[in-house]
Nanobody
């Protein structure tokens, strides 16, 4: 059974930082792209960041560029999202996602085959 388990969410004041982790089990994703998405009630899921299989290529939605950093440790089968200078509009449930075999990260959620259960991030003003 493949599992993606997110952790690191919580409540933080505006301007603060959080580091999300997503640990994969059941198979290795060292050859697959991984990504972070987020969703707020009543809104569609939004792409946040993606990373290719090696970590050499990353992509970010404009609203988080310069504030968020996605990284991965293939030895630990884990992907991270470092979030700095957080804003109230970053409040959402954050989901980790992994592609089955494709090495390149993309922004389309339907391209990802595995999803975590989500972790809540709340940024207070």
């Amino acid at each position: 059974q493949v599992l993606l388990v997110e952790s690191g969410g919580g409540l933080v004041q505006a301007g603060g930082s959080l580091r999300l982790s997503c640990a994969a089990s059941g198979r290795t994703f060292s050859s697959s792209a991984m990504a972070w998405f987020r969703q707020t009630p009543g809104k569609e899921r939004e792409f946040v960041a993606a990373i290719n299989w090696s970590g050499a290529a990353t992509d970010y939605v404009d609203s988080v560029k310069g504030r968020f950093t996605i990284a991965r440790d293939n030895a630990k089968n884990t992907v991270y999202l470092q979030m700095n200078s957080l804003k109230p509009e970053d409040t959402a449930v954050y989901y980790c996602a992994a592609r089955g075999t494709a090495p390149r990260g993309v922004r389309t959620g339907s391209a990802y085959d595995y999803w975590g259960q989500g972790t809540q991030v709340t940024v207070s003003s």
